[in-house]
């Protein structure tokens, strides 16, 4: 089990909260332009990576991203996958590497909701202070406050900024921080960069915050006023500190393109998008004064704007995929290959995921048990991938993973149900993508294998397994190429086995049965 001392463990208490602000203060972000690590892949400049419109180079880069949700990298189950935060730094110390000042920006929505997570709500707390690391060592100089972000809870949210000295101050313009926690909230941030000094405010839509009902957002944020009024008010004061106006915008597009219609003095709107993808091309409001860029999700592209010193320049607006133009790179490839890892283990993220019953009533006993009685079709199965998913995740492209909930729900039998899959200590038998992932749990079936109603229990059709099975880990995220007529024939396994042997039609001693049963409790 995890230390209760461990120095991992996210601080989630609003007193503890309060305790390292006293003790370490509070930071102010990275300092403009710092640039804390850079790839070690030696030979490629941004303009290798990064195709450019004709025309002068910008005086500055601004790089938007927002709406990780989660997706620190690529699973690797696949080749193709896109996104990830360790190919961001390869992007960014090439981009630095040329020169030209860069001010990163973030939109929030680190993670997603921690009840709907692959990998469990504690695995997605963890993700939260990872992802704040992350935009630390990128040197990021300000992010907006998503609601998602908040679905852990305001208390932790604030904990895990103070478990992040150098993590970017949040900028939410149209809230009034609680005494103590100024310099974590701020309703502006100015970043001077090269020739121009970049000017940030930030709003987040009021119905979303609404929408967690959480009692403790006033301990730290009061005054949630309307966005569009809140930036208007806040505008006056940064064009005198500042040479461009960025404004991030935390709801829906319409929102986004309401500031940017409302506001013909920005430059610069950043709003999110309903889509995975960045679109190609930005959304032009007062004749092409103002820019609005909306991030995709999951951090599949990030956003360059071009930024020009002079009266009356216009921003350049760049989409750049993260595809296999980029390799991890430090400083964030060994906090994903390592120190996420490590957090992930000693925070017991495994024996923590939520479990259930099973509808059926019936419990996980293995493929080795379906063995007794469908040897043909155990052999079938062993010869495909499914019985090897176990070490793919031991020894696959990204590392020993058996301690990621997110990797082994879908490399192990039964995750998430009450007799499933545990670790691989306690629950060896269940190692794999087994029979049971399919065909439900087989503790009945096995014991009193002609009782119809426990034969219709694991009884699958082939159009379940093409609409609502296979999906569930061959998705888009993890398999994006995934073809279930092309795939199919190689899992097929009707007919394998004849049932006229008696064996077969006694069931098993639910003493030989592995799990809850073995103990006397049998159906």
Known sequence: MANEGNPWRAVSAVGLAAAILASVGCSSGSKPGSTPGSSDRAGSSASEAVAEDDGPKPDVILLVS??????????????????????????????????????????????????????????????????LEALARLGYQAMALGAEDLEVGISEYVGQHFNVPDAPPVVVTNATPVEGFEELFRPRVTVEAGPLTVGVLAVVDPEAIASLGDPEFELFLSELRDPIEAARDALPELEAESDVQVVLVQGPSDLARSVAEAMPEVEVVVGRSEFDSFPMKPELFHDGGTTL??????????????????????????????DLRYEDAEPIRSLLAEEYLVRLDQNDVLENFPRRPHPSGATFVGAETCKACHPNTFEKWSGTRHAFAWPAIETGRRGNRTMDAECVSCHSTGFGFETGFVNAAQTPHLKGQQCENCHGPGSRHVS????????????????????????????????????????????????????????TRTGLDPALIPGPEADGEAD
């Open 293 to 322: 860029v909306l991030v995709g999700k999951k951090g599949q592209q990030v956003g360059l704007v071009d930024l020009f010193e002079g009266d009356g320049a216009r921003p350049r607006y760049r989409r750049v995929p993260l």
């Open 448 to 503: 009193d294998p002609m009782n119809p109603e426990y034969r219709e229990h694991v009884r699958v059709t082939l159009e379940q397994a093409e609409r609502s099975l296979c999906i569930r880990c061959h998705d888009s995220d993890n398999d994006p190429h995934w073809d279930f007529a092309k795939r199919w024939p190689d899992v097929v396994h009707s007919g394998l086995d004849r049932y006229d042997d008696p064996a």
């Open 66 to 131: 927002g709406q990780q949700l989660g997706y620190l990298e690529p699973c690797g189950c696949t080749e193709g996958q896109s996104g990830g935060l360790g190919r961001r730094a390869d992007l960014m110390s090439r981009l630095r590497a040329d020169g030209t000042p860069l001010v990163p920006l973030d939109l929030g929505s680190l993670i997603s909701d921690p009840a709907a997570s692959r990998g469990g709500p504690e695995q997605e707390r963890i993700k939260l202070g990872i992802g």
